[in-house]
């Protein structure tokens, strides 16, 4: 909260989200404000521990089971590294790939030419990099065209998806 103003990222798949999970608990730790993982006080770590709290807990305890399965993987450290952050840089593309992905899929040459396209042609475009698995803030640094403004045309696709079925 107090190292960088408003960071946020969109969590794209499962395995990510349950890596931010064990992060966020993990954090009091690393941080040196508590010696064992669930001890500091204003952590969610007892709503999953079962000692009750205002947490909605449904979501990760239906994912492990039961409480204890939970518990064990937020205590869980595998190594000295970060595991949030090496599975974030793991699964990164460099923008030139990124930008081969795209061509491969469009046939186009440069995305920075999405900018000058008619809106409908540029949306398609952007959609189409988005379900070909790069990420958001990859798409925005390559196309030079705002996160916020591609997660508004992934949303309107979406639905645009399911209306039509």
């Known amino acids: 909260m107090f ?7 969109p969590i794209e798949d499962a395995k990510y989200l349950i890596n931010v999970f064990r992060y966020i608990h993990q954090n009091p730790t690393k941080a040196g404000l508590e010696k064992e993982v669930g001890e500091y006080p204003w952590s969610s770590f007892g709503c999953y521990a079962g000692f009750g ?3 909605y807990t449904e979501m990760f305890l239906g994912h492990f089971g039961k409480g204890t399965n939970c518990i064990s993987f937020l205590k869980q450290i595998e190594d000295e590294k970060d595991e949030f952050l090496d599975y974030r840089s793991n699964s990164r593309m460099v923008d030139e790939e990124a ?19 008619d809106i409908h042609t540029r949306d398609r475009e952007l959609y189409r990099m988005v379900k070909n698995k790069i990420p958001l803030r990859q798409i925005s640094r390559i196309t030079g065209i705002s996160r916020t403004s591609i997660r508004r045309i992934v949303e309107r696709k979406k639905e645009e998806e399911i209306e039509a079925l």
Not at 3 to 9: A, G, I
Not at 99 to 114: H, T, V
């Open 53 to 55: 709290g205002i947490a």
């Open 99 to 117: 930008i081969d992905r795209w061509k491969q899929a469009s046939g186009l040459e440069n995305p920075q030419d999405l900018q000058r396209m």
């Open 3 to 9: 190292q960088n103003r408003y960071m946020c990222e």
